[in-house]
């Protein structure tokens, strides 16, 4: 009998790519708001970036955190993907500045276009409670770890963390939030089986 995907996730809200007019206002919002809590993310990140290593940013929108992460360590190669063509038009108009330019493409989750043990870290930031297919996006992470790799997940108490299961959990604590009221985060980490 086929799985049906839809219904295991009847909880989690997908929204869909934001494009047209929607990604205009998010990407003002995220310019104006997102640095506040992206700094303590990337500050994060940084702390577990092994040196010079390769970073993938899952549903990077327009750039923000691959920003201030290139800013806080410039040795780090990044990559960033969206499934929204409209976010990686943002983010690369954001990060034109950077030299290198992060690598940036529109891509699902559930569907990396990348190598094998491409990365040595892969982060998501509130994006994985709108992935339709969790478990499909775990194997994608899993498979494109380098071996020894590892996935920072930064997202609400409801993301599907429990769709993880083609990494190890390692740790899963609650993440400060300069909007603790507004944004209860859950920092959840895996290593690649």
């Known amino acids: 009998m086929p799985h049906d995907h839809a219904h295991d996730h009847d909880h989690h809200r997908h929204h869909g790519p934001i494009e ?41 929108g327009p750039g923000i955190l691959l920003r201030i ?15 929204a063509q409209d976010m990686i038009d943002h983010a690369t108009r954001n990060l034109a500045h950077l030299t ?26 509130y994006s994985s409670h ?3 297919d969790p478990a499909a996006g775990a194997a994608e992470i899993a498979r494109v770890l380098h071996p020894e790799g590892r996935f920072l997940n930064y997202d609400f108490p409801r993301a599907p963390f429990e769709s993880f299961s083609a990494l190890s959990e390692v740790r899963r604590s609650p993440f400060r939030s300069p909007w603790l009221f507004l944004m209860k985060t859950v920092r959840f980490e895996a290593a690649k089986r």
Do not use: C, E, M
């Open 20 to 60: 047209g007019r929607h990604s205009h206002r998010y990407n003002r919002i995220a310019r104006l708001l997102g640095p506040l809590q992206y700094r303590r993310i990337a500050a994060d990140i940084a702390a577990a970036a092994p040196q010079h290593a390769a970073v993938l940013d899952i549903g990077t």
């Open 69 to 83: 992460l290139a800013k806080r360590r410039p040795d780090l190669r990044l990559t960033g993907v969206d499934l």
């Open 100 to 125: 290198p330019a992060p690598d940036l493409r529109a891509a699902d989750v559930a569907a990396l276009p990348f190598d094998d043990g491409a990365f040595d870290l892969v982060v998501s930031t």
């Open 130 to 132: 709108h992935w339709s």
